[in-house]
């Protein structure tokens, strides 16, 4: 009941505030209508008296009365004069009566205000709830221990990478021709978010490799990255260069045809992404996401892909039998659905006794995902990226896996 009070007293207290000003009186302005006392009249006498008297010295000096002398001194009395009455005319507008003036416009604006607050109030009355049982802190331990442990792992996670950019920064200054060191530098950046300073390095890495195709199509993401995920004339140009090279890094074509894309040629896009995937190994981790953007876009444009995608090359988890194979034909939706999640969980009991393989993390990761269990997909992620802490290399392939597959990290 508390609450109740407390909310309503700042609402009251709000609504109080943007009324007030609407509400108030004020001071009547010159365009007013004010009834005129003696005071005024007299004030109006003066001043005509006073207009007179300066276009009487005017002529007075035309006809020789007064010297210049003698006119600029009754010019300056008879402003001292008007200057006065100017003052007793301030004077009185100070003291003026307040009078209410309500204007069409201050009526409708308090008006508004009144109907918004109703409204906000109904609006809660309809959607809130009041009725809903707090959350002790006790009955919430293991959601608060999960999160501080999500939160304890990335922020070791973070500190791992931070030191391998130290580390490997140090190693570079002595020894600015290590390949390896300039791309395990650009990794590292890009695994903290860092792509701008990635470009450094991975642009490092072109020179002394002879502008190998993987580290353009490394330098290229960074590009994209860092330009918040538009593809500009520049790493386009970076992407074309790489695609004539014998690289088979799939961030390439992946890459063009996002560009196509975003040119808005989405049936060029789709050509490509299909090739893509249709050549991919079958343990590529990155399938499924290409597929889905496949789907994705093949669905809003009304695309035809019908045959044209070899959907089963997407990454296994253990290689089914035949056996496997012929008993998942004969089974229900619901128990071939049983059997992928056993599957799944059977890859996840064996990483548990075995965590020391990424390529099943990998493959872990991208089966939750395709199962939609995004949180297992998250927890993950944190344990892979804790048992390869020491290795940036790793932890840096682990994030982009997430990225590529839309597995957000806490």
Same mark, same amino acid.
């Given at each position: 009941m508390t609450?109740?009070?407390v909310l309503a007293a700042i609402t009251l207290l709000v609504a109080g505030f943007i009324l007030w000003p609407l509400v108030q009186k004020r001071p009547v302005s010159g365009n007013d209508a004010i009834p005129q006392d003696d005071t005024d009249i007299e004030i109006d006498h003066d001043l005509a008296v006073y207009r007179d008297q300066l276009s009487e010295i005017e002529r007075d000096i035309e006809r020789g009365v007064l010297s210049a002398e003698q006119a600029n001194a009754a010019r300056i009395e008879v402003q001292r004069r008007i200057l006065n009455a100017d003052q007793r005319i301030r004077s009185k507008s100070e003291h003026l009566p307040v009078?209410? /003036?309500?204007? #069409? *416009? !201050?009526? %409708?604006s308090a008006i508004a205000v009144v109907v918004f607050l109703l409204g906000g109030l109904g609006l809660y009355l309809d959607l809130g709830r009041p009725d809903l049982p707090d959350r002790p802190i006790a009955s919430r331990a293991e959601e608060i221990a999960a999160i501080q442990h999500a939160q304890s792992v990335n922020s070791d996670r973070i500190d791992v990478l931070n030191r391998a950019v130290s580390d490997l920064s140090q190693k570079l200054i002595q020894d600015p021709t290590n390949l390896k060191g300039w791309e395990l530098l650009g990794a590292s950046l890009m695994a903290l978010g860092r792509p701008v300073e990635a470009q $450094? +390095?991975?642009l490092e890495a072109i020179k002394l490799s002879d502008r190998d195709g993987d580290y353009l199509a490394m330098y290229a993401e960074s590009l994209i990255r860092g330009d918040n995920g538009q593809i500009? +004339? $520049? +790493? !386009?140009?970076v992407l074309k260069e790489a695609a004539t090279s014998n690289s088979t890094d799939p961030r390439i074509q992946y890459y063009l045809g996002l560009s196509d894309a975003q040119d808005g040629n989405i049936a060029a896009a789709v050509d490509r992404w299909i090739a893509l995937v249709n050549d991919a190994p079958g343990d590529a981790s990155w %399938?499924?996401?290409v597929v889905a953007r496949i789907t994705d876009a093949a669905l809003a444009q009304g695309i035809d892909i019908e045959g044209r995608l070899n959907v089963a090359k997407a990454p296994q988890m253990r290689g #089914?039998?035949?056996?496997d194979v012929a008993n998942a034909q004969q089974m229900t939706p619901e128990e071939r659905q049983e059997m992928i999640n056993s599957m799944v969980d059977g890859l996840a009991e064996r990483l548990e006794s075995e965590p020391n393989d990424p390529d099943g993390w990998a493959r872990l990761m991208q089966a939750y995902m395709v199962l939609g269990k995004t949180d297992d997909a998250q927890n +993950? *992620? /944190?344990k892979a990226s804790g048992v390869f802490a020491d290795q940036p290399e790793l932890v840096a392939r682990f994030d982009a896996l997430a990225k590529e597959i839309g597995i957000i990290a806490n």
């Open positions: 609450i109740w009070i009078i209410a /003036k309500t204007s #069409p *416009l !201050r009526t %409708v $450094t +390095a991975f500009n +004339a $520049t +790493a !386009r140009g %399938v499924p996401m #089914p039998s035949d056996q +993950a *992620l /944190k």
